[in-house]
């Protein structure tokens, strides 16, 4: 099966998570929570838990950490393909190392996505 | 008149010699409005009348004096030495392509790649030829981006993933072969899209962009070949998830 097309579907749909969510989310949380520049008290763990346990919001994770895992692994992937790392043996390695990576890293955050919601 | 000398350093390839390309030096006079091609043109008349290049038009339009300038891409006579002048104009036959001899590169792999993606309107049924095929300024609009391409392969010199693989079908055939995708004359899509959406064809692209970079007629094959790619993952999961509805 030629899955070519479907994972740079994925890479694609990551590049716009980790273009705009993500430095979102990386604002929210480790600026203007800490710094005072949003409404939340910036030591309260409980606030953060209170939250997770809303569908949207681990979901909300779950896209970010996957999309994000996918993206980065791809564009690692062609920048040392452009670095020199090529021929078939070399890029079949690369897809299994860093598709295997960004795999697991998102059934890793589907895992804990919906631990204490579905099971 | 000329008050001053330029140095071209020209590569020179000649087959029948067994050699290795070597470079050669003239030193010719220099003139303020003159173009890399200007300077070839004087050698091969004035100097050294076994140089070897292609060239017709001289003004941009047929692309045949392609030429690796001071190491960049460019067509010969659309770049003044002034532009590129630093110390000696180096001119080498365009990279990723066999050489035939001095700057005359051999194309014939361009040129199946470029009929494998059927660069002309497709259509089942021609209908009545007696009329016109109607269309709105939009619909020219959304091809005459890519339409422009004059085949100069200027984009498949400066393309690091051709020159590493050579089976890769490339900036310029994927850019044409999204100007007929998009034409609404044209009904060969599909086919088109199957054979980008190959190992070979436009997922070889790991978007470096130096192909829209050196383009002289600014049709930005690196954006073609990134629509194209989700052109070919909406048909490929059209294809898998709908396999009977699965067309255009």
Known sequence: ?119 | MADQDVVFRVKRYRPESGAKPTYQEYRIPYRDDMVVLDGLNYIKDHVDPTLAYRWSCRMGICGSCGANVNGQPRLTCGTYVRDVHRGAVTVDPLANFPILKDLVVDFDDFLTKLSSVTPYIVREDWGDLTKEYTQFPEDVEAYRQQSLCINCMLCYAACPVFGASPAFVGPAASALALRYIRDTRDEGADERLARLNTKSGVWECTFVGECSVVCPKDVDPAGALQTLKVLATMRHMRRLLMPKSASR
Do not use: C
């Open chain 1, 1 to 119: 099966m030629f899955l070519e097309p479907l994972l740079w579907g994925l890479f694609s749909l990551g590049g716009f998570i980790t273009a705009f969510l993500f430095p979102i989310t990386l604002f929210l949380l480790f600026f203007a929570a800490p710094f005072g520049l949003w409404p939340t008290d910036p030591a309260a763990y409980s606030v953060f838990v209170q939250r997770w346990q809303e569908p949207l919001v681990r979901v909300f994770f779950f896209v970010l950490i996957g999309g994000s895992l996918f993206h980065g692994t791809h564009r690692l992937k062609f920048m040392l393909v452009d670095a020199g790392l090529r021929g078939p043996g070399v890029q079949a390695f690369l897809d299994i190392i860093l598709n295997a990576v960004a795999i697991l890293g998102s059934l890793a955050a589907l895992y804990y996505a919906v631990r204490g919601w579905l099971f």
